[in-house]
């Protein structure tokens, strides 16, 4: 099956820089890669997601990248601040008829100082 | 649309004691999803329905978990007898059927075994 490998596992920025969170996935059939914020004791709610018909998408401070060839992809969030402060998650799926799995990558706890 | 509803939000049991936990998807998803979140495993997901039929229960641990999905907006996963070691967060998440991939989380379910 597929395996989702998320790094780093901890972040930690000064407000006003840039963040970078990378993914590789194994399973080139992989085409929907959708990214995850949790907030302490909170759920995970979609960010960005990006599909392989794409290699980069951009929602404000926001974006992901993605290479399908290397098999990895990336968020990117500048200007950080100090509510950007969270556990983000990645995620892999193959959009099949029998549904809609993701797999997660283990997650990166940003901190953002300010 | 409230979202995907969860209850209990917090449970703290007796080790051995039966725990239910509950989930109402988003009104129309066709797919409901059980994860568990643990520090050291990070996301598991544990079942997945859609329309209501148990597609994949890989992730079940073991027989003392099981889940049901009665109706199209109600779906329990219970554990009996439960042990410490299932102390976690449990997620309730939906989404729609392909071609539409986002899944969308419940609060969770935050459950301690003594």
């Known amino acids: 099956g597929e395996n989702v490998e998320q790094h780093p596992s901890t972040l930690s920025v000064q407000e006003g820089d840039s963040a970078v969170i990378k993914c590789t996935y194994s399973?080139?059939?992989?085409?929907?890669f959708p990214w995850y914020k949790q907030e302490l004791g909170k759920r995970p709610q979609l960010i960005i997601d990006?599909?392989?018909?794409?290699g980069e998408k951009k929602d404000q401070r926001i974006a992901v990248t993605l290479n399908k060839t290397a098999k990895h992809f990336s968020l990117h969030i500048t200007e950080t601040q100090p509510e950007d402060s969270a556990v983000y998650f990645c995620?892999?799926?193959?959009?099949?008829?029998?549904?809609?799995?993701?797999?997660f990558g283990g997650g990166t706890r940003l901190m953002v100082k300010p | 649309d409230a979202g995907v509803i969860q209850s209990p939000r917090h449970e703290v049991t007796e080790m051995g004691q039966e725990v239910t936990l509950r989930c109402k998807p988003i009104?129309?998803?066709?797919?409901l999803f059980w994860y568990r979140q643990t520090m050291m495993r990070g996301l598991e997901l544990l079942i997945y329905?859609?329309?209501?039929?148990?597609?994949?229960d890989s992730g079940m641990p073991e027989d003392r978990f099981s889940a049901k999905m009665p109706n199209a907006s109600f779906s329990t996963l219970k554990i009996q007898p439960s042990e410490p070691r299932d102390s976690a967060v449990y997620f309730c998440?939906?989404?729609?059927?392909?071609?539409?991939?986002?899944?969308?989380f419940g609060e969770g379910s935050w459950l301690t075994v003594v």
């Open positions: 399973d080139s059939a992989s085409n929907y």
């Open positions: 995620a892999a799926s193959i959009s099949l008829d029998a549904g809609n799995m993701l797999t």
């Open positions: 329905f859609n329309n209501n039929v148990p597609i994949d």
């Open positions: 009104s129309g998803h066709d797919y």
């Open positions: 998440a939906s989404s729609l059927d392909r071609g539409r991939n986002t899944i969308y």
């Open positions: 990006i599909r392989s018909n794409v």
